[in-house]
């Protein structure tokens, strides 16, 4: 018999923070100049509305796309010493306690199979997957030649991980915690679902559930 599938989103959910890019702040800003002021260029009003544009027409993230190639030329082992770091300095006071508890509930029940799905970079989540002792993680991944990344992604989740569901479709998904609007073909498959809630996302969130007639259990965040 299958085990019911536990689904987690990682950034916003389990994390309050958008891992990728506090992975390449913490990582990169010591270490490159250059990095440091795309980072303060990025939060900007105006690259915000390029990058929203390029998000909408081109499906591109322009931010992200640049932001990964600061990251050419590091090694694997390197990334995920680095990610690893940021775990324990920043991650870890960062950490949804509601979500967190839930989770750990769910790892030491042996018929429960739990998987976090994010489309932050492999190395965040192997990091994040092997401290909390989750056996399985599905995520980004950069492209490296010979250990060593190229500054770009081999396969991008982001916006994609409903192509997640064609993986497990033989598999019942009993929950899915998440704070992610691409997410919603995840949430429709699960039996319970879980929604992360912040200020700014609460009064969508509710009209989207309000529509979709679900039975809900928000996360006020």
């Known amino acids: 018999m299958i085990s019911p599938l536990y689904v987690f989103d990682i950034c916003g959910t389990i994390f309050k923070s958008n891992t990728t890019f506090d992975f390449l702040t913490f990582w990169l800003s010591p270490r490159n100049k250059y990095y440091s002021f795309f980072d303060k260029l990025r939060k900007t009003f105006i690259w915000k509305v390029i990058n929203k544009i390029t998000r909408t ?23 995920l010493e680095g990610a690893d770091k940021f775990y324990e300095s920043y991650l870890i006071k960062h950490i949804n306690d509601y979500v967190v508890g839930k989770l750990k509930e769910l790892i030491v029940n042996p018929s429960c199979n739990v998987l976090i799905a994010s489309a932050t970079i492999d190395v965040v989540a192997e990091v994040i997957a092997r401290k909390m002792q989750i056996l399985d993680w599905y995520s980004s991944e950069l492209c490296y030649v010979d250990g060593i990344c190229q500054g770009k992604l081999s396969k991008d989740l982001l916006g ?8 497990i479709q033989n598999q019942t998904i009993d929950s899915v915690y998440t704070d992610d609007f691409t997410d919603i073909p995840l949430l429709k498959e699960a039996r319970q679902k879980n929604i992360v809630v912040y200020p700014k996302t609460d009064k969508k969130w509710k009209k989207i559930v309000k529509k979709m ?3 809900v259990n928000f996360i006020e965040y």
Do not use: C, M, P
């Open 160 to 167: 994609k991980k409903n192509d997640f569901i064609q993986e």
């Open 213 to 215: 007639k679900w039975d």
């Open 57 to 79: 027409y081109f499906h591109v993230d322009i931010t992200r796309v640049i932001a990964l190639h600061f990251l050419k030329g590091y090694s694997r082992l390197q990334l």
